[in-house]
């Protein structure tokens, strides 16, 4: 085999058409992830882009839209009790998840309902 994998480059949700100033307070805001500007050709198309350290998360128009319920990105988080009680002050719910061993993890859904893990390693 000559070929090899390298990173992930970027994880791809689905939202609805007109749907991008929400998608900014949730991901930028309440989640914490920075906005990356989008190539000019590709703006034409909505949806906006989120990264963190060398990892993206792009919120891409779909129409007809149809949320993620089962499929979903999972990030590995840092003091995830803080988020959570960050999460709360936002009044995001999410769900305890307890059945990985070794691992505090949490689901929440985007305000489109794509399903989202956040989780820490013990």
């Known amino acids: 085999m000559t070929f090899a994998y390298k990173t992930i480059d970027h994880v ?5 058409k007109g749907s991008e100033q929400e ?4 991901f930028g805001r309440i989640l914490g ?3 990356i500007e989008k190539p000019e050709e590709l703006k034409k198309r ?4 989120f990264g963190f350290d060398h990892y993206q998360i792009h919120i891409g128009i779909e129409d007809p839209f149809s949320p993620a319920k089962k499929a979903h990105p999972a990030f590995e988080i840092e003091n995830l009790e803080e988020l959570k009680q960050h999460l709360t002050k936002h009044s995001i ?3 305890v998840d307890t059945q990985l061993p070794g691992a505090n993890r949490i689901y ?6 794509n399903r989202i893990e956040l989780l820490e390693w013990l």
């Open 33 to 35: 992830l920075q906005e």
């Open 108 to 113: 929440v859904n985007d305000p489109f309902g």
């Open 46 to 49: 909505g949806g906006v882009w």
């Open 23 to 26: 998608a900014r307070e949730f």
């Open 93 to 95: 719910k999410f769900t």
């Open 12 to 16: 791809q949700l689905a939202a609805p």
